[in-house]
């Protein structure tokens, strides 16, 4: 099931659809150091930003097909900010030759009573992770290099384990729908990282 | 004939003159922008100016080789005059750097003689090349040109020859596994290995597992939102203003109070 379009939805009125602009790939542990300096060189210079999340999937399941899914997350390293509720839409399949992945997205801030919101409103919390790494911006470019890890005993952030020997490399623009040019400028960031790590679109669906 | 030479050595020296300048302010400027901007600085630009240095030098380079330019080693400079009195011209020409045209300063600025510890350098540099005798010299020369040849034969050859060479030396350090990458982008996509308290391994996505607290998801028998819609049958009218998002929900909740209503209504 999909969201219907933005104008139709009562959170705001006349927000702009906002598309998300996605290139992953992974960086081995040993190479982390090589990719964190070459990233502070090309990146607008600004203290290096860690971060520390703890990201909740919650779906809801309809009576047909795709189930829909919300995705709520949460600073560690800053318990009193405000958690974070997006909506990623299923990946456009407009032209092949695109080089980066575009989705819908819809992001807003949430108290810190969401969890229990969605649950009373039906979704059931599918999978979480904890993600801690490293975030880099150059212009509106967003890189974030993250260890991905499970949580052993639910509700327990302090049990994980690293699910991969590699961290989680993605480049992403949050742009307005129908800006196609950013495509381009992601291409040539993600030149400027190799042969380090390989960033590309990939399809998620591929790999169920 | 003699004017000519005159004319063309001041030509010369004129153009050395400000290719120098140019290269003096491109040095200038870079030194100033690593020693009060370097927090804004980054490798691209720094790599920039590296470039348009390395350029000067060349047209530096290429003005001295030119066959036009007379060979400035057959200039003599003689001091005519020096005296201890501060000259204006001359601080003005300098850049207040040399002020005074003295017996002080004509030792360091007009010496053709190269620093002590060069020629130190030098002299043990010969005393080598003589001790080791013509055939081991000549040896070594063409052990050098067979490197600088096989570099240049390297440098030369079309990109494809070397990159083949060079993939099949990273392969020996990759620094990115995809198998990696496909399981990362899987959990973050759609959880793949994530379900809830389950030993590492990738199971099937989107059923959520069974017992745990938080979780809670509804057991498969429970069938969606059966369980969760049992426990909201008051909010049932209400929900459809609510979940404005999901449009196609309120329906199903409405038909499925029916089947709800058998379970207790703390099953979750």
């Known amino acids: 099931m999909e969201a219907p379009p933005v104008s139709v939805l009562p959170i705001t009125g006349g927000t702009i659809n906002m598309m998300e602009y996605l290139l992953q790939g992974s960086v081995l542990d040993q190479a982390l150091e090589s990719l964190l300096h070459r990233l502070r060189g090309l990146c607008d210079n600004m203290e290096p930003e860690t971060f520390a999340d703890h990201e909740l999937v919650y779906l809801l399941k309809g009576q047909q097909g795709n189930p829909f899914l919300l995705r709520a997350r949460r600073s560690l390293s800053h318990p009193t900010v405000p958690w974070h509720l997006r909506y990623l839409g299923q990946p456009e399949v407009g032209d092949k030759s695109r080089h980066a992945l575009v989705r819908n997205c819809v992001d807003v801030a949430a108290s810190h009573s969401l969890p229990d919101f969605l649950n009373e409103m039906g979704f059931r919390m599918d999978h979480e992770f904890i993600a801690k790494g490293h975030i880099f911006r150059k212009g509106v470019l967003k890189v974030v290099v993250s260890k991905l890890s499970r949580i052993l005993v639910p509700g327990n952030t302090e049990n994980t384990e690293p699910l991969s020997l590699s961290y989680l490399v993605e480049l992403s623009v949050l742009a307005p729908a129908g800006q196609d040019t950013m495509s381009e400028d992601m291409r040539s960031f993600a030149e400027q990282l190799k042969p380090l790590v390989h960033l590309e679109k990939i399809d998620p669906k591929r790999h169920m | ?268």
Not at chain 2, 213 to 232: A, E, F
Request: proline share 8%.
């Open chain 2, 1 to 268: 004939m003699q004017q000519r030479e005159e004319k063309l050595l001041e030509a010369s020296v004129e153009s050395l003159i400000s290719r120098v300048a140019h290269l003096k302010n491109a040095l200038h400027s870079f030194i100033y922008k690593l020693e009060n901007e370097y927090e804004r600085l980054t490798w691209p630009s720094v790599l920039d100016n590296f470039a348009l240095l390395s350029g000067q030098l060349n047209t530096i380079n290429k003005l001295l080789r030119n066959e036009k330019t007379p060979s400035f080693r057959q200039q003599v400079i003689i001091p005519l005059l020096l005296s201890p009195d501060r000259d204006e011209e001359l601080a003005k020409l300098t850049e207040q750097r040399v002020p005074v045209f003295s017996h002080e300063i004509v030792p360091d600025h007009l010496r053709t003689k190269p620093d002590p510890e060069v020629e130190e350098q030098e002299k043990q540099l010969s005393a080598e090349a003589a001790r080791i005798g013509p055939e081991v010299a000549q040896k070594q020369i063409q052990t050098l040109n067979k490197l600088c040849s096989n570099l240049l034969e390297k440098l030369n050859n079309p990109r494809d020859d070397r990159d083949a060479e060079s993939a099949a030396i990273r392969q020996n350090k990759p620094s990115f596994n995809t198998a990696d990458t496909n399981a990362l982008v899987a959990a973050v996509g759609f959880g793949k290995g994530l379900s809830k308290c389950r030993p590492p391994g990738p199971v099937a996505p989107g059923h959520p597992g069974q017992g745990p607290m938080m979780s809670g998801g509804p057991t498969l028998q429970q069938v969606t939102i059966g369980g969760g819609s049992g426990q909201h049958q008051g909010m049932g009218p209400g929900a459809p203003q609510q979940q404005g998002q999901a449009g196609k929900m309120p329906s199903n909740i409405k038909t499925n109070i029916k089947a709800a209503s058998s379970m207790h209504p703390y099953n979750r």
